[in-house]
T-cell receptor, first 112, second 113 residues
Framework: AQSVTQLDSHVSVSEGTPVLLRCNYSSSYSPSLFWYVQHPNKGLQLLLKYTSAATLVKGINGFEAEFKKSETSFHLTKPSAHMSDAAEYFCVVGLMGGDMRFGAGTRLTVKP | ETGVTQTPRHLVMGMTNKKSLKCEQHLGHNAMYWYKQSAKKPLELMFVYSLEERVENNSVPSRFSPECPNSSHLFLHLHTLQPEDSALYLC????????????FGQGTRLTVV
């Protein structure tokens, strides 16, 4: 069965330092993978998606993620955190039928 | 703005009330979804409509009743809810159901008292 595991429920970084949000996936076929962000009291916004093209995917707001099949990982990174990056981040795998399975989420806190 | 609009943004209802949540998209998408987001739980897919036909119902209690009158509109009718149904209800749409990203509305924050 397809699933994702977000390895950290909470990550705290200082403004200007790198961000790493970890996600491992489980899939019996080449998956589609997504990262979404949710700011407080808002809906989810797509950050980036991987659909078996380039393994390094660039998204909005300076985020990127690398698909590593050997490690079954799809970690989200950003070189320098900004206060506005504080939010909940969800790693998502696309299912065979076209629907999506969400990870439990990682709350990112950015300290001044 | 994602192009998916949900109303109302906030709703407080008693356990004996009947209310409806509305979702609207004009993105030309063919699939629409209802998700439930509760504290400390992963997003739960409730209903999927594709080309206005319900294709999935993940064992949701009958006190939740979806309706999709056309490809642009989706409703979630609520009746005799329980306090544990309090959550953020998110609507989403996608072009199709095959590996395409979903666009989400801002959600309706529902509180059942």
């Amino acid at each position: 069965a397809q699933s994702v595991t977000q390895l950290d429920s909470h990550v705290s970084v200082s403004e200007g330092t790198p961000v790493l949000l970890r996600c491992n996936y489980s899939s019996s076929y080449s998956p589609s993978l997504f990262w979404y962000v949710q700011h407080p009291n808002k809906g989810l916004q797509l950050l980036l998606k991987y659909t078996s093209a380039a393994t390094l995917v660039k998204g909005i707001n300076g985020f990127e993620a690398e698909f590593k099949k050997s490690e079954t990982s799809f970690h989200l990174t950003k070189p320098s955190a900004h206060m506005s990056d504080a939010a909940e981040y969800f790693c998502v795998v696309g299912l065979m039928g076209g629907d999506m399975r969400f990870g439990a989420g990682t709350r990112l806190t950015v300290k001044p | 703005e994602t192009g998916v609009t949900q109303t109302p943004r906030h709703l407080v209802m008693g356990m004996t009330n009947k209310k409806s949540l509305k979702c609207e998209q004009h993105l030309g998408h063919n699939a629409m979804y209802w998700y439930k987001q509760s504290a400390k739980k992963p997003l739960e897919l409730m209903f999927v409509y594709s080309l206005e036909e319900r294709v999935e119902n993940n064992s949701v209690p009958s006190r939740f009743s979806p309706e999709c009158p056309n490809s642009s509109h989706l409703f979630l009718h609520l009746h005799t809810l329980q306090p544990e149904d309090s959550a953020l209800y998110l609507c989403a749409s996608s072009l199709g159901r095959a590996n395409t990203e979903a666009f989400f509305g801002q959600g309706t924050r529902l509180t059942v008292v």
